[in-house]
């Protein structure tokens, strides 16, 4: 399956955002779908996860309440709407596909998008 990210950009803090993941070449709902990012200098990390059906999701701690992912197999895309945005949101974003389960390492995740660059100011 192939993963293709959009929506980041420029935002101030206290602002919104809206990524989207498309997925081509196979069928999302058989894969549990994960937002990643990675900061300058910093390690990847997960920053949600939501299960096939989209019934079970998953946020990081400095994210939760502000951050929501969401899915609709029908169009093959995963969402993160991110409110609130605070500069140290501020990273590549990455969408990430992984079969083998319930996983937040992203070493379990086989299918990953180019990225798209996300920039808080204050």
């Known amino acids: 399956v192939q993963l293709q990210a959009s929506g980041g950009g420029a935002v101030q803090a206290g602002g919104s955002l809206r990524l989207s993941c498309a997925a081509s070449g196979g069928t999302c709902s058989k894969y549990v779908m994960g937002w990643f990012r990675q900061a300058p200098g910093k390690e990847r990390r997960v920053v949600a996860a939501?299960?096939?059906?989209?019934?079970?999701?998953y946020y990081a701690d400095s994210v939760k309440g502000r951050f929501t992912i969401s899915r609709d197999n029908t169009k093959n895309t995963v969402y993160l709407q991110m409110n609130s945005l605070e500069p140290e949101d501020t990273a590549v974003y990455y969408c990430?596909?992984?079969?083998?389960?319930?996983?937040?390492?992203?070493?379990?995740?086989?299918?990953w998008g180019q990225g798209t660059l996300v920039t808080v100011s204050s």
């Open positions: 939501i299960s096939w059906r989209g019934v079970t999701t």
């Open positions: 990430a596909a992984n079969d083998r389960g319930w996983r937040f390492d992203g070493a379990d995740y086989d299918y």
